[in-house]
Nanobody, 126 residues
Framework: QVQVVESGGGLVQPGGSLRLSCEVS????????IGWFRQAPGKEREGVSC????????YYTDSVKGRFTISRDNAKNTVYLQMNNLKPEDTAVYYC???????????????????WGSGTQVTVSS
């Protein structure tokens, strides 16, 4: 059993910053990676960023490169997403998810993630 809990969402003006947290608990012996996803109204869910537990390798979707930074505390099984220079198009429900197993150098697809949090709302507006 694995639990995933996100926090840190809120309302921020364009150009502002937020830091999201994702805490993973339960049976995490085989935790491979933790990822952030988002879904805006009327749009499909997309991957934002992810980080591997083993080596700390990171991935970012093109639209957030240079603005978002993902980091992790392996001892706590906690991942953070620092979001800077936020734009209105970043408005979405942000979900954290984790995947268990061994995947080598391949980044797992969104539909392969095993456990998901319930989401935290991020709204970027003047």
């Amino acid at each position: 059993q694995v639990q995933v809990v996100e926090s840190g969402g809120g309302l921020v003006q364009p150009g502002g910053s937020l830091r999201l947290s994702c805490e993973v608990s339960g049976f995490t012996l085989h935790l491979y990676a933790i990822g952030w996803f988002r879904q805006a109204p009327g749009k499909e869910r997309e991957g934002v960023s992810c980080i591997r537990k083993t080596d700390g390798s990171t991935y970012y979707t093109d639209s957030v490169k240079g603005r978002f930074t993902i980091s992790r505390d392996n001892a706590k099984n906690t991942v953070y997403l620092q979001m800077n220079n936020l734009k209105p198009e970043d408005t979405a429900v942000y979900y954290c998810a984790t995947i268990l197993g061994i995947y080598g150098s391949r980044w797992p697809a969104m539909d392969e993630y095993d456990y998901w949090g319930s989401g935290t709302q991020v709204t970027v507006s003047s």
